[in-house]
């Protein structure tokens, strides 16, 4: 799932090629991408891009006319920048957007389709868009360890849960739970304030060390759909089971629940137990949204409600 670094770099190599562009052309080819009825997408047609902005891992375009398209790009959506009239990639292009500079490709590389495209009007519709949780990259510490302790989750769902914290996903949570030294499954209530510390200063050098990093590799081109991926060689436990642990040459752990894993060194992060596979998967999973739909967009529209 694209998380922040990755969302960053759609959305800085976006601007240069659409803002102050007319949207010539919009066509919806997957009629599952677009789950709203109004406004109607020609609306969208002829008008002005007026500014590129994320929302945690929502990427918005607005357009002239306080008109704006919400992009949540789930596991699979990518971005692809191709020529003007070049032709749509085969089965898995689910959107096109056609600007005098180029042709912006939304595509789904997936069985399962699970992008989305939300239209609106107005800054109050697209404030619905906010999922509640903290922006780690903007949060000081008391902030950030009052959205700990909010509910009494692992850490893994925590950083995870967009309504607790918006923007990080599977793939950067165990680099920043690495990165602080903490256990997957240690419970958010349970840090103490300089545990919490450590964690929030993980976070800030994990994601600033990726943004930078995406900024350099992606300077002056468009990311290519390979390049916006969960699996980075340089990673130091994300998708890396089994293999040393850069740290201290520990095999990278693993713990599967829903549809996911997530990888931990045991000596850095649990004191050296490696955690039982069985019931940390139970763990994991009683503390997790059935799937993976659900943790993105239902449980942030039912913890809204619960909360009024
Ligand atoms: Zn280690």
Redesign the pocket.
């Known amino acids: 799932m694209p998380e922040l670094p990755d969302v960053i770099a759609y959305v800085e190599a976006l601007r240069p090629r659409v803002v102050g562009q007319p949207l010539v052309r919009a066509s919806i080819i997957s009629p599952f991408l677009l789950r709203t009825f109004e406004p109607p997408i020609e609306e969208l047609e002829s008008s002005r891009v007026e500014r590129v902005s994320r929302i945690g891992k929502r990427i918005v375009l607005s357009l002239e006319r306080d008109l704006h398209a919400v992009v949540h790009l789930m596991i699979a959506g990518r971005f692809r920048w191709l020529p003007p009239d070049a032709r749509l990639p085969g089965k898995i292009a689910q959107a096109a957007f056609d600007f005098p500079t180029g042709r912006l490709v939304l595509t789904e590389a997936a069985q399962k389709k699970r992008a989305s495209l939300h239209l609106c009007r107005g800054q109050a519709a697209l404030h619905e868009f906010e999922p509640g949780g903290l922006d780690l990259l903007n949060a000081d510490h008391s902030a950030f360890h009052a959205a700990l302790g909010r509910e009494n989750h692992t850490l893994k769902r925590t950083l995870t849960d967009p309504t607790l914290i918006d923007g990080v996903g599977n793939a950067y949570s165990d680099e920043i739970l ?1 990165a602080a030294r903490l256990s997957p499954v240690k419970l958010s209530q349970s840090l103490t304030p300089e545990e919490s510390e450590r964690l929030l200063a993980a976070a800030r050098r994990t994601l600033d060390h990726w943004i930078a990093r995406l900024r350099a590799d992606f300077a002056g081109r468009f990311p290519g759909p390979g390049e916006i991926t969960a699996f980075r060689p340089d990673f130091a ?1 994300h998708g890396k089971y089994g293999k040393p ?6 095999p ?1 752990q693993r713990i599967r629940f829903s549809e996911n894993e997530t990888n931990y ?5 649990a004191g050296g137990r490696v955690l039982a596979d069985r019931s940390l998967s139970r763990l994991l999973r009683e503390d997790w949204p059935r799937t993976i739909d659900s943790l993105e967009s239902g449980s942030n529209q039912q913890k809204r409600t619960r909360r009024r």
């Open positions: 690495h436990v642990c850069p740290v201290c040459g520990s990278v060194c045991a000596t850095c992060q």
